[in-house]
């Protein structure tokens, strides 16, 4: 097989092509020259915003393309178009942040996609990503509806910073409650699936993440102390302890969601169709301790730009003002 990831530098580009490569597929990586692309991948460099910057992808036809952008939807049109008849399986890695929120009682649907010029949010850049693919390939494309993703080389931060803070010790805030369910996917799992995928020629929309059940708030915190050796210990809250002291769920506190219906939004997606493709999801202590090897190989660091964490100073007094409450009081 041939591929090509657009991209190919970077957590789930990345995961594409060195899975692909550990199965002997012939790999080129079209990229801005922003990182190093897996050894044994062809090089193609190019700027898919600029004029004249699709000029590398003019010539060559491959089996499958894996394209993770997340900018103006114009840069996925102008690719797709591009490589429609040079190319087999058009796999978009897209969001189940396409959906519009709440779900209604019909069930899930995607909310419109800003126009192909347009700069907007997160969610309409990949729901105008996702039709612009779909309009080129028609029935080759392939939605890839992930939603929260970590693993090895996840470039936003989320598992690697509490990875960090169950490691510094000490008393951990940590989000309740511990059975919260948690759906996620990890990047190399999913780069698995589509791999499979491609070599199946689907075509269609997926929803990519972990099985109900697969892994609890409690299971992902324990084997962040697990795998660290930290002497920390989790100081479990109720959810509207947290809430109520302004911090935010998400970017303070990330991956975590309170219970209710953003928690529900997030987590509650059917992946039945992309179970019976072929997704297989590893265990979360597995996901875990690999983060941790590899950022422990990184100087224990944050990736550059993460914008995610709790300040030290108002974790600790969110504890203080938690066991001040829940104190005994003498009798007055």
Same mark, same amino acid.
């Given at each position: 097989?041939? /591929?090509?990831? /657009?991209?190919?530098? %970077?957590?789930?580009?990345?995961?594409?092509?060195?899975?692909?490569?550990? %199965?002997?597929? $012939?790999?080129?990586?079209?990229?801005? +020259?922003?990182?190093?692309? #897996?050894?044994?991948?062809?090089?193609?460099?190019? &700027?898919?915003?600029? +004029?004249?910057?699709?000029?590398?992808?003019?010539?060559?036809?491959?089996?499958?393309?894996?394209?993770?952008?997340?900018?103006? =939807? @114009?840069?996925?049109?102008?690719?797709?178009?591009?490589?429609? &008849?040079?190319?087999?399986?058009?796999?978009?890695?897209?969001? $189940?942040?396409?959906?519009?929120?709440?779900?209604?009682?019909?069930?899930?649907?995607?909310?419109?996609?800003?126009?192909? !010029?347009?700069?907007?949010?997160?969610? $309409?850049?990949?729901?105008?990503?996702?039709?612009?693919?779909? !309009?080129?390939?028609?029935?080759?494309?392939?939605?890839? *509806?992930?939603?929260?993703?970590?693993?090895?080389?996840?470039?936003?931060? @989320?598992? #690697?910073?509490?990875?960090?803070?169950?490691?510094?010790?000490?008393?951990?805030?940590? =989000?309740? =409650?511990?059975?919260?369910?948690?759906?996620?996917?990890?990047?190399?799992?999913?780069?698995?699936?589509?791999?499979?995928?491609?070599? *199946?020629?689907?075509?269609?929309?997926?929803?990519?993440?972990?099985?109900?059940?697969?892994?609890?708030?409690?299971?992902?915190?324990?084997?962040?102390?697990?795998?660290?050796?930290?002497?920390?210990?989790?100081?479990? /809250?109720?959810?509207?302890?947290? /809430?109520?002291?302004?911090?935010?769920?998400?970017?303070?506190?990330?991956?975590?969601?309170?219970?209710?219906?953003?928690? &529900?939004?997030?987590?509650?997606? &059917?992946?039945?169709?992309?179970?019976?493709?072929?997704?297989?999801?590893?265990?979360?202590?597995?996901?875990?301790? !690999?983060?941790?090897?590899?950022?422990?190989?990184?100087?224990?660091?944050? =990736?550059?730009?993460?914008?995610?964490?709790?300040?030290?100073?108002?974790?600790?007094?969110?504890?203080?003002?938690?066991?001040?409450?829940?104190?005994?009081? #003498?009798?007055?």
């Amino acid at each position: 097989m041939r /591929l090509l990831v /657009l991209g190919g530098t %970077r957590f789930v580009g990345r995961a594409a092509a060195e899975e692909a490569l550990a %199965r002997g597929w $012939r790999v080129t990586v079209f990229h801005r +020259g922003r990182g190093t692309p #897996p050894r044994g991948a062809a090089r193609l460099r190019g &700027d898919r915003l600029a +004029g004249g910057g699709l000029a590398g992808l003019e010539r060559g036809e491959w089996d499958a393309v894996v394209d993770t952008w997340a900018g103006p =939807p @114009r840069a996925v049109r102008d690719t797709a178009r591009l490589l429609a &008849d040079r190319a087999g399986t058009y796999l978009y890695v897209s969001s $189940r942040f396409v959906y519009a929120w709440p779900v209604t009682a019909r069930g899930p649907e995607p909310i419109g996609g800003c126009p192909d !010029d347009g700069e907007t949010d997160y969610p $309409r850049a990949k729901r105008g990503g996702e039709l612009a693919a779909a !309009d080129a390939f028609g029935e080759r494309a392939v939605l890839v *509806r992930a939603g929260l993703i970590l693993g090895p080389g996840e470039d936003v931060g @989320r598992l #690697p910073w509490w990875l960090l803070r169950t490691a510094r010790g000490g008393s951990v805030l940590a =989000p309740g =409650p511990p059975g919260l369910p948690l759906r996620y996917v990890d990047a190399r799992d999913l780069a698995q699936w589509m791999l499979g995928a491609a070599e *199946r020629g689907l075509g269609g929309a997926y929803d990519v993440m972990c099985p109900a059940g697969h892994a609890t708030m409690g299971g992902l915190l324990e084997a962040c102390l697990h795998v660290t050796g930290s002497r920390g210990e989790l100081c479990w /809250l109720p959810p509207r302890a947290v /809430l109520a002291a302004g911090i935010e769920p998400w970017t303070e506190l990330p991956i975590w969601l309170p219970p209710g219906e953003a928690h &529900d939004y997030l987590h509650r997606g &059917d992946v039945s169709a992309a179970v019976a493709a072929g997704l297989r999801c590893r265990p979360v202590a597995d996901t875990v301790a !690999d983060t941790w090897q590899w950022l422990r190989a990184r100087g224990e660091r944050l =990736p550059e730009g993460a914008a995610v964490g709790l300040a030290p100073d108002r974790e600790a007094a969110c504890l203080r003002a938690h066991r001040e409450r829940a104190a005994p009081r #003498p009798w007055s």
